[in-house]
């Protein structure tokens, strides 16, 4: 009988690895704490990791007590769940929801690792649009966390399609079980809808010029099927601008306001979000405290605006009147962090 050849793991070349997959120590960072260190020391995001923004501000609103119920909305890497969970020390529960059913396995086993079993939490995969049903099971909560932005480990990983910088399918659904790819939904929209899409969802001021050269494109029956074909047809769309020191930010910027505009629409985000703000009251308990982290202004407006009829209604007893964000050392040593804003209500 043949003798089994084993497979080698893909190792770094040199010292900088540039593939997602060539960075497996990052991919297990409880493996290769040093390395995982020195990356965030430099103010940079390991690959395959997610780094929690504006914890001490949200512990410190929240003001968690032992044997309280709590929901976070999103549960991402699960960084805010373990801090919050440690605040219950051993005594209450967190029911934690996600819609990703990649990571929503990685992050259990790593808190079950950390030891936070069925006892303290409980995972389920579903959307924080639907709250009022997990609520009707389990609420209703102490206090609700809902951390709006993507998790660093979709955004690196290059077969989510989620960043322009890396070649990979043009997707962008947080559940990529469920709905239609980011290149699919392309051809379904009129120039007329993509170009308003792209103003209501990331306010790009170059909307007209990209939703003409994505139909165009589209008509030649050239493929927008790659995040990188998707970053040409906007290098096209933006020729017309003066070749200075200055075009090649205003290309950048606009790459990123277009694949979050995209994003946005696929995974039907400001619905999403205002499902959950318009059930939020019923799932809080009397004196229950909620907190949103948003990061970019069409998220900001909703949640001010939900917050603010909330207090007129009498639902909420307090709300934050001003934005609050995260600090300048907080921001120099996680640049994901600069967009973050954070606003509070409780309940009546």
Excluded at 36 to 64: C, D, N, Y
Excluded at 111 to 138: C, K, M, S, W
Aim: glycine share 8%; charged share 30%; with cysteine.
């Amino acid at each position: 009988m043949k003798e089994q050849q084993h497979k080698r793991r893909v190792r770094y070349k040199g010292t900088h690895p540039r593939k997602f997959e060539e960075k497996y120590k990052e991919h297990n960072p409880e493996k290769y704490a040093d390395t995982i260190e020195k990356v965030i020391s430099k103010g940079g995001t390991p690959a395959g990791m997610h780094r929690s923004i504006m914890v001490e501000e949200i512990l410190e609103f929240l003001q968690i007590q032992p044997g309280q119920k709590g929901l976070d909305a999103t549960l991402g890497y699960g960084g805010h769940t373990r801090r919050m969970l440690e605040q219950l020390q051993g005594s209450g529960h967190i029911y934690a929801l996600d819609v990703d059913p990649i990571e929503i396995t990685k992050t259990k086993e790593r808190l079950e690792r950390a030891g936070y079993g069925p006892d303290v939490l409980t995972i389920v995969q579903e959307n924080f649009a639907n709250i009022d049903q997990i609520a009707a099971v389990h609420g209703p909560f102490d206090f609700v966390l809902a951390d709006l932005g993507v998790s660093s480990m979709q955004i690196d990983n290059p077969g989510r399609g989620f960043s322009y910088k890396v070649e990979g399918p043009l997707d962008l659904r947080l559940n990529p079980e469920k709905g239609i790819s980011a290149a699919e939904r392309l051809k379904q929209l009129t120039q007329d809808e993509l170009e308003g899409m792209l103003v209501e969802n990331s306010d790009e001021p170059y909307a007209a010029q990209i939703a003409s050269e994505v139909v165009r494109t589209l008509r030649r029956r050239n493929p927008i099927q790659t995040t990188t074909q998707l970053r040409e047809v906007i290098e096209r769309a933006l020729t017309f601008l003066p070749d200075n020191s200055e075009k090649k930010d205003i290309v950048k910027k606009t790459c990123q306001r277009t694949f979050q505009a995209l994003r946005i629409d696929v995974n039907s985000e400001f619905e999403v979000l205002e499902a959950f703000l318009d059930k939020l009251p019923d799932v809080l308990a009397p004196n229950g405290r909620v907190a949103v982290l948003t990061f970019h202004s069409g998220e900001d407006r909703l949640v001010k605006k939900a917050f603010k009829q909330g207090k007129q209604q009498g639902v909420f007893c307090g709300i934050s009147e001003e934005v609050i964000r995260p600090s300048a050392e907080e921001c120099g040593q996680n640049g994901r962090a600069r967009s973050t804003k954070m606003r509070w209500a409780v309940k009546g």
